[in-house]
């Protein structure tokens, strides 16, 4: 078991439309873990992620940057040292709208990645 593992040693997050740019995908069944999953993301200007859902809570923590993230019906502009809570089931996004690139940790509560686009 890898106890430590270098963020370049991860591969590009793919999801059911191919690769997602800027984002790089811990899932947890790799390294042991059953209920755990982190994606490494930075997202560059104008760019963000369609409408979409997991069978899992997920937390993402923003590190700079702000972004536009909608959970559910809420829509708001988040920036460095916050949290975005989304439970399970429950349809959501997220845009760079700004000038200077978002950086964010998604927390997934599950050792495997899945999503599941609402457009």
Known sequence: MRVVVPTSDLPPLTG?????????????????LQHLTLIFGETAPGQGIALHSHDYEEAIIVHSGIGTYTVGEDTLDVG???VVVIPSRVPHRFVNNTTEPLRHTAVHSSG????????
């Open 16 to 32: 059911p439309r191919g690769i997602i740019p800027g984002r790089q995908l811990l899932e947890g069944t790799r390294f042991g």
């Open 80 to 82: 460095p040292g916050s």
């Open 112 to 119: 495997t990645f899945e999503l599941d686009y609402q457009d």
